[in-house]
């Protein structure tokens, strides 16, 4: 029976395709509806009672009913005669059982109907099978011939796909994808249209030599993207070949050209005439797993689901003379793409960046760079020398040592620093603490992998589906709501400076000199940060290059440039955040605020004791209330959105600038930490136990309601949800009223009664060292993902396996580059900090707290530092007696 159709449908255009050729009178002196008929050998009759088609037997004859055609308005005699002798023969033999079919107001309407009512359902076992779908062919077949009969402009037209004639403007002549329209204009495209009369001549000398086949002309030809590929698959980062377009360089008499490596921008569309679809009201529908047979320009459709990138926004490489400028590639490129629009239905617009255009003759190195190149070999030498006398002199017996010259060489030592960063001490007093070490371990590490996921899912992605697909799934939200892993550090900080300094005012009866204690902080901090800064600003820019190089790191080093001061004064965080030098220097800021809140506190609770709990729980209150106040009143979301747009450049959004890095909105960690600082003297004064069943109980219960502030994150992340103040206000406090408790019971848990095996992995020796590198790798580890993501040739392909080779790069570099700052300038900085501090007390006794001599310093790291791994405030370690421990060593 299909067979029997399928020859009606191809008579049917056959008839048509001859019709469209001649006049309809001689169409009608040579066909008739009866050689159809005979043709397909029909064997059934379709009558019309009743405005429905009724189907009859072959012999019956119903003469007083009006003919299907008079049913189908706008086609002439014969075209629907054809149609009403296919439509009876596809009826008879395939549509047996099919007693009423409603006549639509053209053919392919009638088929489309005809296929929603001739099938059963799916498993119907009189359902003939793949007959749906060939019907469908049918109805889409028929419905460009309804169009063509009506609106013909040549049997070209029947090799349109079906969808052209319904939502394409059949008036345009052409058509034309988006690729070929683009290699029309590349192919031989130079700069014509600017006043730049450098550039035009080595415009057309390039021309001159492109047509010659010249090679370096064809060099830089080559290294262009002339036609896109990849673009149905969200690649939009067309990066050509970064390499060959900058080496090109081309030496003669009477002239001189450079490559120089541009990324323009192109926002492109169908015009509204050609397909007015395309600018229909914007859905949430996914880009993927579109019908097949949808018009492909439905993909490029802008989307209002923030999760996505634009679709119809393409950058491409472009290989010009280096005497052009931004300017002149984009006058001349649009004009180039509006003439381009008068052959093709598709409108464009360009847009061309400064940063995003790069050749070699811009690369200067600055008087900056050199000072601090021979700052860092000053360093390298000082330390290579006082390590080999370290090692030939004073651990050695052969030498009578100069304990002045003892004094100011040891510092520098990697020997003796390396020494200092592996000690473990297992005394009771140090391991009370020693989780610690291993929460700054941990994470330190969620840091780093998070930055890694951050910056690669930011950036130029050969498959963006990959981010915008999986940050819908709840899973996803442990990275999606990462940032509240900050929060770890937080808590360690303001329990460690609250316990440390409430036991030494207790000592010493209150007299402690506060403006010392802030002095060394700063001391502490300041010149291993600014030093770091200063390699941001100076020396990073000429450590590599690559297509986004200029956009993504020399944009970090610019910015470094200019609001250095706003991270020297630590307020980097309120002023210019839009603008921030270092993107993870706001923690330092936020800490240090802190730090001199909570010795204040501190101060406040020791001197009226009694008002030490009330206090703290009006602190917490009101940390946890107001910023959902803020919250709320701003319409800002809840956590920062992991969304492609803002990872490619955090600091730009809002959020970020006004809610993620202030100090007073992310307070709640911080006094808690110092609320379970005050709790743990209390309890270890009391001597009270944990009883068993509590413990555990209580870490069951944080092992799952833990996970609430990630997987609770993906409620944000529904497309089209509609956007609620309220719900975004409270999750804001109650994914901190969440994870901090679970810090400071890890803490004060371990400190009091631990936790069994839990304990003693803490205790292990391998998270001593990693825990004091923690301040410098914090300081670091950004660098290598910005270098490692400016320099790449070609888009990332996101997937597990290359998040996690980066994760593991990142880390292996990580902690090199953390090694390396600290024993070339933390750590001597740290003891010449000690002995500056001392000698500015002239002689007064030092606060026991500060003359310890390395109790913690030893065992917990530096935590007055302000970071992971140095961020919390353990005051016993900010002096120690300089090598007095060590004896002389003569012969």
């Not at 003669?252 to 450079?258: A, T, Y």
């Not at 200092?420 to 001490?425: A, M, T, V, Y």
């Not at 969620?446 to 930055?451: C, D, F, K, L, N």
């Not at 800021?589 to 206090?615: E, M, N, Q």
Request: hydrophobic share 40%.
């Amino acid at each position: 029976m299909k067979i029997i159709a399928v020859a009606s449908l191809l008579t049917a255009i056959l008839l048509i395709s001859s019709i469209h050729c001649q006049t309809p009178g001689q169409v009608e002196d040579q066909i008739s509806p009866a050689d159809v008929l005979e043709t397909s050998n029909a064997g059934s009759v379709v009558t019309e009672s009743d405005g429905k088609l009724v189907q009859g037997d072959e012999d019956e004859e119903d003469e007083e009913e009006p003919s299907t055609s008079s049913m189908i308005p706008n086609t002439n005699n014969t075209i629907a005669k054809i149609v009403e002798a296919v439509a009876s023969n596809m009826t008879a033999n395939i549509m047996p059982n099919v007693k009423e079919v409603k006549i639509p107001m053209d053919i392919g309407a009638v088929l489309e109907t005809v296929s929603q009512q001739m099938f059963k359902p799916e498993g119907d076992a009189d359902t003939p099978d793949g007959s749906s779908r060939w019907v469908q062919n049918v109805a889409r077949k028929a419905k460009r011939l309804y169009a063509f009969s009506n609106e013909s402009s040549g049997l070209e037209d029947l090799n349109r796909p079906y969808w052209y004639d319904q939502s394409l403007s059949s008036n345009q002549s052409d058509w034309i994808w988006i690729s070929s329209a683009f290699y029309d204009l590349m192919n031989n495209f130079v700069i014509q249209d600017t006043n730049n009369e450098e550039c035009k001549k080595h415009s057309e000398i390039y021309l001159q030599h492109l047509k010659n086949f010249t090679y370096w002309a064809m060099k830089m030809r080559d290294s262009s993207v002339l036609s896109p590929t990849g673009l149905l698959d969200g690649n939009f980062w067309q990066l050509g070949n970064y390499d060959e377009c900058v080496g090109m360089y081309i030496t003669k008499p009477d002239f001189r050209i450079i490559g120089k490596y541009c990324l323009p921008q192109l926002t492109f569309r169908p015009t509204r005439q050609y397909y007015p679809d395309y600018y229909r009201e914007h859905t949430d529908s996914d880009y993927y797993g579109q019908d097949a047979d949808a018009n492909a320009y439905d993909f490029f459709r802008p989307n209002k689901d923030p999760a996505k990138v634009p679709r119809n926004e393409l950058h491409w490489a472009i290989c010009i003379p280096h005497t052009c400028t931004t300017t002149d590639l984009q006058t001349t490129l649009q004009k180039s793409f509006n003439e381009l629009s008068k052959k093709y239905p598709l409108e464009f617009e360009v847009k061309v960046e400064e940063s995003k255009c790069f050749d070699d003759t811009e690369r200067e190195y600055t008087t900056g760079f050199f000072v601090f190149v021979a700052f860092f070999l000053l360093i390298c030498t000082l330390v290579a020398v006082c390590t080999t006398y370290d090692i030939l002199v004073l651990r050695t017996e052969y030498w009578t040592v100069n304990e002045t010259l003892k004094q100011w060489t040891l510092p520098f030592s990697v020997v003796e620093n390396v020494r200092k960063l592996c000690q473990h001490s297992k005394s009771p007093d140090d391991l009370q603490f020693s989780t610690v070490h291993m929460l700054k371990c941990i994470s330190i590490a969620q840091v780093v992998m998070g930055h890694r996921v951050m910056n690669f899912l930011g950036n130029v992605l050969v498959n963006p589906q990959f981010t915008e697909s999986r940050v819908k799934n709840p899973f996803w939200g442990y990275f999606n709501n990462g940032p509240v892993i900050v929060d770890t550090f937080f808590v360690i900080g303001g329990f460690l400076t609250f316990y440390y300094l409430f036991l030494e005012l207790e000592d010493r009866k209150g007299k402690i000199n506060f403006l010392v204690i802030y002095i060394y902080r700063i001391l502490r901090i300041t010149p291993v940060y600014m030093i770091v800064v200063a390699f941001y600003i100076h020396v990073l820019p000429y450590l590599g290059e690559g297509p986004l190089w200029e956009t993504l790191v020399v944009r970090e080093s610019d910015r470094c440039r200019e609001n250095w001061w706003t991270n020297l004064l630590y307020i980097n965080n309120y002023v210019n955040t839009d603008n921030q030098c270092m993107l993870q220097a706001w923690y330092l800021a936020c800490d240090f605020h802190f730090f001199i809140a909570g010795t204040i506190v501190c101060w406040i609770v020791w001197k009226w004791r009694k008002s030490g709990y009330p206090l703290m729980v009006f602190l917490m209150v009101l940390s946890i209330v107001y910023p959902p106040y803020v919250v709320y009143q701003g319409q800002y979301w809840s956590h920062f959105k992991a969304y492609i747009s803002n990872m490619a450049d955090p600091t730009s959004e809002r959020f970020f600038q006004d809610i993620y890095v202030k100090s007073h909105l992310r307070a709640f960690p911080y006094i808690f930490g110092m609320f379970c600082g005050l709790l743990y003297i209390d309890l270890k004064k009391s001597g009270w136990m944990m009883p068993f069943w509590y413990k555990w109980g209580t870490a069951g219960l944080f092992c799952i309601i833990g996970h609430i502030p990630f997987i609770g994150s993906g409620l944000f992340y529904v497309p089209g949800r509609p956007y609620d103040a309220m719900e975004n206000a409270i999750f804001f406090s109650l994914q901190r009223l969440i994870w901090a408790p679970i810090i400071g019971f890890i803490i004060v848990g371990h400190g009091t009664c631990g936790f069994e095996m839990a304990s003693k992995f803490a205790n292990l020796r391998m998270f001593v060292p990693v825990g004091r590198l923690t301040f410098c790798c914090y300081l670091v580890h950004v660098i290598f993902q910005m270098m490692d993501i400016g320099s790449m040739r070609s888009p990332n392909f996101m997937s597990y396996t290359n998040i996690t080779f980066g994760i593991f790069q990142d880390l292996g570099l990580t902690a090199i580059g953390g090694l390396v700052l600290n024993l070339l300038i933390e750590s001597p900085l740290d003891r010449f900090q000690k002995m500056f501090v001392k000698k500015l007390l002239k002689g007064q006794k030092l606060p026991s707290m500060l003359a310890k001599k390395e109790q913690v310093s030893e065992s917990q790291g530096n935590m007055l530092t302000p970071e992971p791994g140095h961020l919390t405030g353990n005051l016993n370690m900010a002096f120690e007696q300089s090598n007095s421990d060590k004896p002389k060593t003569n012969v």
